[in-house]
């Protein structure tokens, strides 16, 4: 039987340019760590089952399998994964509001999970100094706010999660991107010996919307030769018309073009099929609105998906937690396309890289959704 | 007891070589001695220092031997009989005062003793000393066996005063860590009064300043040490260290010199021809001495040369053969020239009595090839699996484990310039197979130093040196310098054990004992870098976690020269040698072992040899015989299952 451990994460993945640094085989084991966001193995390890293979988001995968396992069936869509509704929102509480990225709503419905006793433990994306994104563990509502804008470089979040499962948090929550709930919804569904006793204690997955990340030394060397050693202090890429990020630093805002950025995209963040954050209870990203990004740009776009994500959304209005408004109409068929569009640039880029048009390397060509992604359905 | 300093005239003594050469330095009344410790020759200055007050020496451990070679001189300069000890290499580097000693001459007696290794038991290279004899034109002595080593000791000082010029007496580990019966001679009771003369003319050896100067003074200095050399090939002729044994035409005339003498006498007995096979041992082996060559030379047709690696004799004595005229140019000669020896490895009985089997075209008894098969089978299946690796509770293997992390953490394919010390093993999987470069003392940094500078040529690779705290003084600084001047983005690591640790903890400047145990100031290797211009860190590499957030923060600082010193002294040291600081015990129901999440690190990756798999129980355990107890392997456990206990 063909070994599925360490050796292969690292020739299948990492020499082939599929890792983002999610952080899924970090903290299992001393062999694997994670440095300014990237996962690195200190020391070779001959096993031939490992839970770093098994739990890596670009290691073999039937996504429709995983959607049965965590989803109601009939929630189930091609285009974006479980669905129970879209809605618009932002943070009710102007100080959560200002502090983020733009509605605020991630941090409202963490605090909130962490006040209700949903979770007693948060993994979110820590620090972004010197644009080395960590991740932290917090336990109480008033320390979530403080890790609340978008970081942009993959924290390894899911090595934050294994640390937490082995310590005392009996109910943890986490906020990832894409690739990081599709690890844990392959550690759910398939955990380790092991791991199995504990990850039950995995109850809350806040997704994000995710288009890419940077490769964290791509733009350390990018933001050096541009930026000297200027503090930076925040980053956003405006949907506007100036095509450029905006880099706040303490002499100011620099706008870097985008193709130079774009040069700093992580390899590994072409080859994924996930745009909305599909394994997640609840999803949330900007908003965007058909008079033009700026007038919705303090809003959130959420997506339920579960029960549980139901249900924290339902006591965030119960709560006053979150502030609603309608949504424009097309925008889920916007969202639907974006996403769409992701899944099939990742199975062109996947079918470029093995060379052959119906080898997606990690997606199976027999899974059900490939085959509807690719209209053979 | 008997020992080297009371031993009295007349007495026998089981003496190693090396004890044997510093009972000749008593016996001629030296009174300084300098060295640096290598590899075979660290016993001589070991053995006398424990002489230092009976016999009223002044003994040090110098910082390199080019510079034991300058105090060694100073001592001669002032009229007191010197001696500088170092291992071949060592010659190398003191070999640029050497060329200019050689011409200036010396006055009390001066002996340089250099102790080789042929086969690079314990060197990196076989490379030898030889040549310096011939090319710096200074008398070349090698004793052939105990007692010549003694004697020929305090000859040595006697013919350097003579000539008033420096003599080289060369020994090989065969001699210096062999062991044979030696009859002691006089200890002299000396009362030296130490004065540098400088009144006299320039061209006055005895009275006048020691200079060399550029020019034609140079050039009369230079034939002035020639006319010395053929003095002393004047008195090699009659040299009682010149001998010859064997029947008076031989078939064939053995010239060999040295431990190989013993062989010869060893390989003539094995293939039963003493009566077809003389043997000529020269003590003197530079320069030559022509008649008594000669002498011999034309009782035979045919001569072979038996010498350990390159064909220093053989050359000699075939270019000596042309001068003596066509009916010596004529002669057969066997050796490295015509492939009947090797230009490399060490010889041995076995192989000197093939060389005469094939030369003489006799038979020769060897084992049967069952027999050897056999042994070979027996050593393979018998002996255990192990590698060479770090001593259990060696501070390197830690300070390697936290290097080797933060090189493969900073992704930069990143690697380290090793020097000469125990540290050069991390080259092997002990050490983590860090180490990508070795030469010779101090060049790790000095390599560092260049790779450093290749910036502006693309080259993103993280560059690291390490040198042990000895090395540092010996060599580094020099190449430090260089790096800090030239700002060259490097990590220097001091892996700093308290001590020379590989030769046996001889102290250094960073110690506050010299060589005979008193007290010194020492130099603080963190101030003088400091000092120099690096950024420095001080780091116990036995607190892991630490060691690598400073190595790692260190390493990924682009900006000039890092000094680390990882500070933690050897488990072997005499301080530390069987004190544990902790009880170690591993927990076998918290051992994970071979499951994910482990997979055996302690004992696949890690090694320390105090740790042991338990096949059956398919868990780690402690050996309580190996372990010292320094809590490493606790550190290092994912699980938590080495557990350790502060010994009180």
Redesign the interface.
Known sequence: MEST?SNEVVRDVQQNGLCTGCGACVN????F?N?RG?T????????T???CYAYCPRTEVNLTNLRKKLFQADDLTMELGAFKGLYMTQAGDETVRNAAQHGGTVTALMKLALAEGIIDSAVVAGDNDQQVACPEQVDGPDQVGSYSKSKFILPPTVGKLNEALKGKAEKIGVVAVPCQAQAMAKMRVNP?P?DAGNMSKLKLVVGLFCGWAFDG?KLRELLGKELGNTAITGMDIPPSRHKCMEVSTENGMVCLPMHEIQTCVADGCGYCIDMTCEFSDISVGAARSPEGWDVDKEWNQVIVRSALGQTLMDLARDRGILNFKEVPSGNLEKLQNASMKKKRSCLAYLAEKSGREDDFIFLSSEDPLIRRIRGLE | MTTLNTGRKGEKMLLMGNEAIARGALEAGVNVVTGYPGTPSSEIIDRLSKADRERNLYVEWSVNEKVATEVAAAGSFAGLRSMAVMKMMGVNVASDFLMHLVMTGTRGGLVLVSAEDPGAISSLTEGESRYYSKFLEFPLLEPGGFQEAKDMTKWAFELSEKINNIVMLRTVTRISHGSGNVVLGELPETSPRAHFEFNGTILDEQTGPILTVPGPFAVNLHARQQNKLQAAANLFEDCPFNTYEGPENPELLIITSSVCHLYCIEAVELVDAPDRVGILKLGTTWPLPAKFLKKHMQRTERILIIEEVLPFLEENIQVLACQLGAEFAAKKFHGKGDGTMDKVGELNPTLVAGALSRVLDLAMETVSVDYSENINKQAVDNAPDRMLTFCPGCPHRASFWSIKRVLELNNQQGFVCGDIGCYGMGMLPCGFETVKTVHSMGSGTGLASGFGKLGQFGMDQKVLSVCGDSTFFHTVMPALANAIHHRADITLVVLDNSGTAMTGFQPHPGLTIKASGTELPALDIPSICRAMGAKVQVVNPFDVENAEKVLLKTIEDPDGVKVVVMRQICALSPEKKSKKQFEIQVDENVCIGEECGCNRLCTRVFKCPGLVWDGEKKTSKIDAVLCVGCGVCHSICPSGAIQRKEIA
Do not use: M, Q, T, V
Request: aromatic content about 14%; hydrophobic content about 25%; some cysteine.
């Open positions: 451990a299992l084991c001393p062999y760590r440095h990237k690195i193995r200190l020391f070779e390890c001959d096993r089952w490992g839970r380790g092991s030394s």
